[in-house]
């Protein structure tokens, strides 16, 4: 089997429900993942876009996530499950999608990962999360996601 990420609310390459956005709840939509690695230890997350018009803009940034987990619920804060890096605007938690113009394409890669802790603090920068899960990924699950705004 694939390590693989799913959401309820929209498939992979669908459209991402308004409710999950800035023209809506601004909350994360429910994601859940199968089959990660046996060596497991812990999951991050890092959603971006792409397409943003200064280059990829990073919606969310969480670490931490304990092995034992297997989805995110939908509308949750984030701060309970494992730890919260800074998105793009240098605040912590979830910011959902709201493209100044256009369809742009969000990613939500899942990063499976061979130790318990990053041992970063909240508040730790992407790059920082990133190079830590240079040392640590065993594998990595995508789920892309489209929004335009109405």
């Not at 993942?33 to 990073?58: K, Y």
């Not at 940034?61 to 919260?84: K, N, Q, W």
């Not at 990063?111 to 990133?130: H, M, P, S």
Request: aromatic share 10%.
């Amino acid at each position: 089997m694939a390590f693989t990420i799913t959401s309820p609310a929209f498939a992979a390459g669908g459209d991402i429900p308004r409710t999950f956005t800035c023209d809506g709840d601004n909350t994360p939509p429910p994601l859940a993942w199968e089959d990660p690695p046996r060596d497991t230890r812990s999951f991050a997350l890092i959603m971006d876009d792409p397409d943003a018009p200064n280059g990829t803009f990073t919606h969310w940034v969480l670490f931490d996530i304990p092995a034992e987990r297997t989805e995110l619920a939908g509308g949750s804060r984030s701060d309970a499950v494992g730890m919260s890096g800074k998105n793009s605007r240098s605040e912590l938690g979830y910011m959902g999608p709201c493209p100044p113009s256009g369809t742009h394409r969000y990613y939500f890669r899942l990063f499976a990962i061979d130790t318990k802790t990053l041992d970063l603090a909240a508040g730790a920068t992407r790059k920082q999360v990133e190079d830590a899960l240079a040392r640590h990924t065993l594998q990595t699950a995508e789920l892309m996601g489209r929004y335009k705004k109405a």
